[in-house]
């Protein structure tokens, strides 16, 4: 495939919108963590401190790893489970129509992570770069 193709930037941009959610999220715990400390504690889950630092660490290093393409499959299914445990945990009053809404949202990332996870992350990656044999030296 030729590298500057139009459909070459197509998984490139999908990882940035995968990826921005996930970005934005965190920062917003690190504005406000008390926020979600109280949010985590409202629904009953234990160590809501524990949990708003894992959640930081897995959005944002997640996140920032899909948009450079490193270890993109590995990453992409990581997200993929964060994605449908924090909509279950978060989202499962599914009797009300924004929760609903919330843990499909949840669910469409989770799919649109698993694309990665099934073909990799394309080219402008990391880890194409990587794959690719070392450019030979002209003599």
Same mark, same amino acid.
């Given at each position: 495939? /030729?590298?500057? %193709?139009? /459909?070459?930037?197509? #998984?490139?941009?999908?990882? $940035? @919108? @995968?990826?921005?959610?996930?970005?934005? %999220?965190?920062?917003?715990?690190?504005?406000?963590p008390e926020a979600t400390i109280g949010y985590i504690q409202s629904v009953g889950l234990p160590f809501a401190t524990l949990g708003l630092a894992i959640a930081i660490a897995v959005e944002l290093g997640g996140g920032l790893l899909l948009v450079l393409g490193v270890k993109a499959r590995a990453v992409a299914a990581l997200l993929a489970v964060f994605s449908v445990v924090t909509g279950l945990a978060f989202h499962s009053a599914i009797g009300d129509q /924004?929760?609903?809404?919330? @843990?499909?949202? /949840?669910?469409?990332?989770?799919g649109g992570l698993l694309q $990665? $996870?099934?073909?990799?992350?394309?080219a402008f990656s990391v880890d194409q770069?990587?794959?690719? #044999?070392?450019?030979r030296q002209f003599a």
């Open positions: 495939m /030729n590298a500057f %193709s139009a /459909n070459a930037f197509v #998984p490139a941009i999908g990882r $940035v @919108l @995968l990826a921005a959610i996930f970005i934005f %999220s965190a920062i917003g715990k690190i504005a406000a /924004n929760q609903l809404i919330h @843990l499909l949202k /949840n669910f469409a990332m989770a $990665v $996870v099934a073909f990799g992350a394309g770069r990587l794959a690719r #044999p070392a450019a």
